[in-house]
């Protein structure tokens, strides 16, 4: 758990949070066959709730995959899904979610650089951007943004740059322990979504 002033106002402060996509959101595993089939991944749930619980206190959040359009099925189905949930389909001034970024094709500077022009196109300056990544595709982006997370089953190379790592690993829950963290840190309830 963070506790010092730094990490607190950061993540008291924070208006967006980038994901990678496998590594973070899936094990980083695919099942592999010879069929025509899409390749398979492991998700959780977990994860889902922890992006939607950050999506209900206003974060942008934004999925972003080294893998190419032809493979990013996985990812285009999940951002799709979440996309169209009811909260994501009221207005802002309802109490409507921010819509989930997408950015496929994209790894090291220009992962980067594909969120840096998403925070720009929002006002939001990088320091006020958090980024979870697991390998050095993500390091870019990591030095970029003003708070770097990394699920637990990350490389060490990231683990060693991480200001935060998850109890859980990739795709089992690791997204979920870090919006369980910015919700501790704004002493916001779960269950409310109101401060204690």
Not at 69 to 83: D, M, P, T
Request: with cysteine.
């Amino acid at each position: 758990m963070l506790n010092s002033r730094k990490y607190v106002k950061i993540l008291s402060e924070l208006k967006a949070l980038v994901l990678d996509f496998d590594g973070v959101l899936t094990d980083n595993c695919e099942e592999v066959g010879f069929s025509d089939r899409a390749i398979v991944k492991s998700r959780s749930h977990y994860d889902g709730q922890g992006i939607s619980l950050l999506r209900d206190i206003g974060l942008h959040i934004a999925i972003a995959t080294n893998e190419s359009e032809q493979n990013a099925i996985a990812a285009r189905f999940l951002v799709g899904k979440w996309n169209r949930l009811p909260s994501a389909q009221m207005p802002l001034s309802q109490g409507g979610w921010y819509p989930i970024k997408l950015f496929v094709g994209v790894g090291h500077i220009t992962k980067r650089d594909a969120v840096e022009k998403w925070l720009t196109s929002l006002s939001i300056a990088p320091e006020y951007c958090a980024a979870m990544g697991d390998d050095l595709v993500d390091v870019p982006l990591l030095t970029f943004v003003g708070f770097r997370a990394a699920p637990s089953t990350a490389e060490k190379v990231i683990l060693d740059m991480a200001d935060y790592v998850s109890i859980r690993p990739a795709g089992k829950g690791a997204v979920r322990d870090f919006a369980n963290e910015i919700l501790r840190i704004r002493e916001i309830d779960q269950i409310t979504l109101r401060p204690f």
